[in-house]
Structure formats: C-alpha cells, structure tokens
C-alpha cells in the first residue's frame, strides 16, 4: 500500500471531466445474427471485416483474464504498449507543466513520448556497476510536479531485471504512478508484478505480445492496473484502438500456448549456448547478464564490430552511444541456424 498515493491528485483536470466519444457499437453491443445492423454506416456486404472491431475487444480480454487471473476492468489493450505508454502519458501529465523519470539506459520510446506531450524527462542513471535503479536518487529527484516513474524490467538495452526489493521500495514511496514495463517478462526467471497489482493502486503493469508471443506485426499490447486507472485511459483511447485482424490473431495465438512456451524454451535455451559460445572470443570484453531474449556485450570498438558484421550480412543494435552503454552491441536471439551463422561471424572477425 501507499499512503501518499491519490489518483485524484493525478488525473489532468480536463482528462477528468471528459465526455468520452461514444461510437455506435458502444451503444449497441450485443451483435446477435438475428438483429440487422444499419446503425454505423458499414458497408453490408460481408468479407470477415466489414463491420467495425469491438471496441472493447471483449473476446480478447477475456482469455487474457483467464490467463492472467485479472478481471477484464483491469485490462486496457492498446495499438502496441507504444500507444498504451502515450495513453499513460496524457491521462497524467499537463503539457508543459508535469515531468516524468526515466532509468537511463533504458527504452527510448519514454524519452520520445514525453518530447512529444511536452512533458519533462527527469534522467536519473541506473547504477553504472550492475545497471540497477538508485533508489534514494530516485525519490529525491522527485517533486510536485513528477506524475510517472518508468522502470523497464527487464530492461532493454541492459537485458538485467530490476531487484524485487528495491522495485517495491519504489511503489511504495513514490507519490505518482509506477509504471513497471515487461516487454521482457516471458524470458525472465523474475516474477511479474501482475501478480501483486491488488497490492499497489498506483502500479500500471504493460506487456505485449511482440516479443516472446511473437506477434509484433499485429501491434497489440497490454496494459494491467487498478480499475480506476484502466477506466480512466479506457475514456481517452481511440475508439476502435485495435482492429479486428488484430484481435482474431491474438486470441488464436492466446489459444495455442504451448507453442509459444516451446518457443520461448528455445530462445532461452539458445542464449545460454550463444553466451557460452562468445565467452572465448578475445574483442569481447564483457557479457551482461541476460534476462531477456537478446544479449548486451561490450566490446573493443563497437561501431567497427557493428560494420564488419553489417558485411557478413548480420544487423545488431550499436549502442555505445546510450548513456553507460560505450562499445556495446545489442544482439537478438534468433533461431538457432541465425545464432550459428552470428557466433561464427564474430569468430571470423577477431
Ligand atoms: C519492444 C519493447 C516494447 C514493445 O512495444 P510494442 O509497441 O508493444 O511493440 C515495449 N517496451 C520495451 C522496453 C521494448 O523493448
């Protein structure tokens, strides 16, 4: 619990009076086959899209719920977590007025989305020895004016996840919203802080399913948190956020999760061989810790390594110019043929 937390104090001031727009599938939303629907001026004729999409993907938040044991009030989906992160953002935070703190190096999207609502970014670096958060520094940075707290576990560029105790250290003493991002959950031993969102009110959870579901084509991410906060970004979103591709194709990929834990079983099993692989390789200096599927290395020369494997025909992610990032590459996991063909081109360049 946190004592210092009230969602009223949080909430922008029109974002609190708004008339959300009510679309005609809202008003109307049993789609029994013995009604006619001439209410939204769709094009009758059916092609399996004609019509628009739920606008509350009801049969989509329900196999979520189910999966997850959450209620569907406690579910917002979104056109990727990038839209549910910009959602985040402008139920919260006043333009010009209201900052946000970030863990750099950390996703970039927290830093581009407060750009563009002219919210500031307050960077408080993550401990540059084990890329853990500084949580005293974090609280100090805070003030009036901070609305969100970003914490990427794992975190992507670093591949580590936060410590338990120092994550819950900071729900509990920061006076705005957590959002924790788990984009990385399905590959991490760590447990999700889905499972103890009833614990914490100011607690937004996002997932998605462009990562270990292996949907980012579809866009569709996930957002968990008390049903006065889901209520409030469910009067701000989009209408028809998510389409109807979209929906059928994750609910089908929700009803096969055996395929999806084989597949993550794999990824994980193919990083600790890729790990292994690197450890003698002389132009690699250090391998982080990974708790997600891609691995950060630093190396001599990163944009020189970046090059030469550029021409064996193999794009990683040059991120020596993150902050506490110098020399360091990003590499995904891929299948085990891709991982092959990477572990020899490193051998072939040093
Ligand atoms: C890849 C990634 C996402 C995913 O964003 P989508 O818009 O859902 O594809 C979110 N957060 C982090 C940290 C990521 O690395």
Sequence with gaps: MN?????????????????PYASAR????????????????ENPFENGVNRYPDPQQTALKQRLADIKKIPQSQILLGNGSDEVLDLIFRAFCEPNCDNIITLPPTYGMYSVLADINAV????????????QPKVDDVLRASNE????????????????????SKIEKLISNFKGIVVIDE???????????????????????????SKAYGLAG???GVCYASVEI??????????????????????????????????????LESRKRIIEALKPISFID??????????????????ERYNQLIKKGIVVRNRTNQLGCENCLRITVGTKEENNKLIQALKSIA
């Design 26 to 41: 809202d008003e109307y939303k049993d789609l029994r086959s013995d009604m006619m629907f001439l209410d939204a001026n």
């Design 183 to 209: 984009a990385y959950i399905d590959f991490s031993k760590n447990e999700s802080w889905l499972n103890r969102i009833n614990e914490f009110p100011n607690l937004i959870v996002t997932q998605t399913l």
């Design 218 to 220: 579809i866009r569709l």
């Design 230 to 267: 889901i209520s409030v970004l469910n009067k701000i979103k989009p209408p028809y956020n998510v389409n109807e591709l979209t929906q059928e194709r994750a609910l089908k990929q929700l009803n096969n999760l055996n395929e999806v834990k084989e597949q993550i079983q794999s990824l």
């Design 3 to 19: 004592a210092l937390f009230d969602i009223d104090t949080l909430v922008r001031s029109n974002i609190k009076t708004i008339k």
């Design 120 to 131: 500031e970014n307050i960077e408080v670096p993550l401990n540059s020895l084990d890329f």
């Design 145 to 164: 004016q901070t609305k969100l707290l970003f914490l990427c576990s794992p975190n992507n560029p670093t591949a580590n996840s936060f410590d338990a």
């Design 286 to 303: 250090k391998i982080y810790p990974s708790d997600a599927n891609f691995i950060l290395i630093k190396v001599d020369n990163a944009t």
